[in-house]
């Protein structure tokens, strides 16, 4: 596997491939890599020549500088995973290599998508998400980049960038990877205590229901069922449930056949935040 640290060197490999009609697959990670990101990997494998995952905690998307702080970084052990996936190309650039001198975010405009659920909880994270997926498709020209589903509102807005900003690049989701209990993978997974880590699996188990209860009942009444499970539960605080249009998540209020719907979640266990969603049937 190539590793590369800096811009000009990864867009002269970029080129001399391309040169040679090679089609590239790309995965942008932050890092603390698990399965879920191996899934993606094996994905991008299947259909292009080289594969290339950046590895790169990003700044300017944390609202939160302890957040930040505590991201866990473990580059060796990243390595040694993709290595192991037979990952073609390792970028992994510094701050200063993506920014210089200005760790800002560039403004964006993704057609409302932004002041949804995540939007509304974490200020100008999704500025940040823009920025620096923007700069990473402009140094990586991929053909196809893959994300994984958990981040399904990140996963729109991305493909909402790349229609307004004419990037030559094909978007492709993901399925959500889980633990065997049904826990979405997450790199913020390994920071749960014992306790918390085994009252997680909740969160699916509860989405779960959703679906089957979004056959018979309504959205309103769905989610009040949720927030009464999360008030009575111990150790998980529901910081926001809603079922949302997948195209433009945006809340409902009545059920359209034409319409594809999906149920998003975020809870704290603990001070640790997890995520999750899943696709409702009408």
Known sequence: MKIF???????SYVSTQKAENKTIGFVPTMGALHQGHLSLIKKAKQKNDIVIVSIFVNPTQFDNTEDLKKYPKTLENDTKLLE???????????????????????????DGLEHQMEGKFRDGHFNGVGTIVKTLFEIVTPNK?????KDFQQLQIVKKMV????????IKGCDI?????GLAMSSRNTRLSKEHRNAAPFIYKTLKKVRKKFGTENATKVTEWVEKQFKKHPLLDLEYFTIADEKSLETIKNKESSKKYRAFIAVFAGNIRLIDNIQLKN
């Open 84 to 110: 192991s996936v037979s990952c073609n190309v390792l970028f992994s650039p510094s701050v200063k290599e993506m920014y210089s001198n200005n760790i800002s975010s560039e403004k964006f405009d993704f």
């Open 5 to 11: 640290t800096t811009i000009p060197d990864l867009k």
């Open 163 to 170: 229609e307004k900003h004419h990037l030559n690049v094909k």
């Open 177 to 181: 990877f889980r633990e065997d209990d």
């Open 145 to 149: 980049a893959y994300f994984g589903q």
